[in-house]
């Protein structure tokens, strides 16, 4: 991984320097949770280690973190979703769609981004990564025209719970799932979205715990039903 530093023709030593910021290095626990799509891994964490500050895609405070938490923090979770086709609405860097494409060939992901920046690099790594099982439309989720079909939704980092339900649940199947990444709020997320989760047949919400002694983040997934 490289060092990402200022550049410049011309060094005025009048001025501080700003400190180096360095890409974390890959933790063991990347080989463990990605096993023979480790190459596939690195190359997407790379890209975006090099390009993402100024494509804006994250920010560069995330480069130190890169791994921990924002990449892992989204493997981790793969194997909670069902084979079949699952969207990721507000996809942004491709975390976690990119991710979990490269962890579960076996699902048809569906990566709806609105913004144009962010759908040409979902694109470019889509082709860049040899990935065959990724769809990425550019549409904001409420502008979804297929109905009611896919079999689960995720999303992370894109609002909270009862602002996220009207975009996420009217695109999901009867039975089908909603699994949201989620910080150290989401019981208090599912609490204060009573009224939604009733108005959009959303059943069972609860968190779960993931990566307890495999990652120094473990990550919160906040999951539940539809249930029409």
Same mark, same amino acid.
């Given at each position: 991984?490289?060092?990402?530093?200022?550049s410049?023709?011309?060094?005025?030593?009048?001025?501080?320097r700003?400190?180096?910021?360095?890409?974390?290095?890959?933790?063991?626990?990347?080989?463990?949770?990605?096993?023979?799509?480790i190459?596939?891994?690195?190359?997407?964490?790379?890209a975006?280690?090099?390009?993402?500050?100024?494509?804006?895609?994250?920010?560069?405070?995330?480069?130190?973190?890169?791994?921990?938490?924002?990449?892992?923090?989204?493997?981790?979770?793969?194997?909670?979703?069902?084979?079949?086709?699952?969207?990721?609405?507000?996809?942004?860097?491709?975390?976690?769609?990119?991710?979990?494409?490269?962890?579960r060939?076996?699902?048809?992901?569906?990566?709806?981004?609105?913004?144009?920046?962010r759908?040409?690099w979902?694109?470019?790594?889509?082709?860049?990564?040899?990935?065959?099982?990724?769809?990425?439309?550019?549409?904001? &989720?409420?502008?979804?025209? +297929?109905g *009611? /079909?896919?079999?689960?939704v995720?999303?992370?980092? !894109?609002? #909270?719970?009862?602002? $996220?339900?009207?975009l996420?649940?009217?695109?999901v199947?009867?039975?089908?799932?909603?699994?949201?990444?989620?910080?150290?709020? &989401?019981?208090?997320?599912? +609490?204060a *979205? /009573?009224?939604?989760?009733?108005?959009?047949?959303? !059943?069972? #919400?609860?968190?779960? $715990?993931?990566?307890?002694?495999?990652?120094?983040e473990?990550?919160r997934?906040?999951?539940?039903?539809?249930?029409?």
């Amino acid at each position: 991984m490289p060092i990402v530093t200022p550049s410049s023709d011309v060094v005025d030593e009048s001025v501080p320097r700003e400190t180096p910021v360095t890409v974390e290095a890959e933790p063991a626990a990347a080989v463990l949770l990605f096993g023979g799509e480790i190459d596939r891994a690195r190359r997407f964490t790379e890209a975006l280690a090099q390009h993402g500050e100024e494509r804006g895609l994250i920010g560069p405070l995330e480069l130190p973190r890169l791994w921990t938490r924002h990449v892992l923090n989204s493997a981790i979770a793969a194997p909670l979703f069902p084979a079949g086709r699952v969207g990721d609405v507000g996809s942004g860097a491709g975390l976690p769609g990119l991710v979990l494409a490269i962890m579960r060939p076996d699902i048809q992901w569906v990566l709806i981004e609105p913004m144009e920046r962010r759908v040409a690099w979902l694109s470019e790594q889509v082709e860049e990564l040899g990935l065959t099982n990724v769809d990425v439309v550019r549409a904001r &989720a409420e502008e979804w025209s +297929e109905g *009611a /079909t896919l079999d689960a939704v995720t999303a992370r980092a !894109v609002s #909270a719970l009862r602002t $996220l339900l009207p975009l996420t649940a009217p695109l999901v199947r009867d039975g089908g799932e909603l699994i949201f990444l989620k910080g150290r709020n &989401a019981q208090a997320e599912i +609490e204060a *979205a /009573t009224k939604q989760l009733r108005k959009f047949h959303v !059943v069972d #919400a609860h968190v779960e $715990l993931l990566g307890e002694g495999v990652l120094s983040e473990p990550t919160r997934a906040l999951r539940a039903r539809i249930s029409r």
